[in-house]
């Protein structure tokens, strides 16, 4: 059975850096794009980044990341990453990895993504 386990979320100063893992078991994403979304409270999923398997895995990132945050993928474990620096309050939420299963619309779009993990919550204090 598909599953996902993301780790590193916790709390830190406004400011600073995190490292998120998202780990994959069940089965190899190695060919599909993976994305990186969050959720704070009271408001709707949002898309953060994507690793796109057929650009050679380079990422896209949503326009509030402004380059703070690097997602990378290790194909050998399985395993995709979320560097997070500079990190500010607004940056608060729980943060989801998911496999991208339907290509039919934009890579950001929350409805090609099927494969959820349980979330991992990252708070950033003023």
């Known amino acids: 059975q598909e599953k996902l386990v993301e780790s590193g979320g916790g709390w830190v100063q406004a400011g600073g850096s995190l490292r998120l893992s998202c780990a994959a078991s069940?089965?190899?994403?190695?060919?599909?794009?993976m994305g990186w979304f969050r959720q704070a409270p009271g408001k709707e999923r949002e898309f953060v980044a994507a690793i796109r398997s057929w650009n050679g895995d380079r990422a896209s990132y949503a326009a509030f990341v402004e380059d703070r945050f690097h997602a990378s993928r290790d194909s050998a474990k399985n395993t995709i990453y979320l560097q997070m620096n500079s990190l500010r309050p607004e940056d608060t939420a729980v943060y989801y990895c998911?496999?991208?299963?339907?290509?039919?619309?934009?890579?950001?779009?929350?409805?090609?993504?099927?494969?959820w993990g349980q979330g991992t919550q990252v708070t950033v204090s003023s």
């Open positions: 069940g089965r190899s994403f190695v060919s599909h794009d």
């Open positions: 998911a496999v991208r299963r339907y290509y039919t619309g934009t890579y950001y779009n929350i409805n090609e993504y099927d494969y």
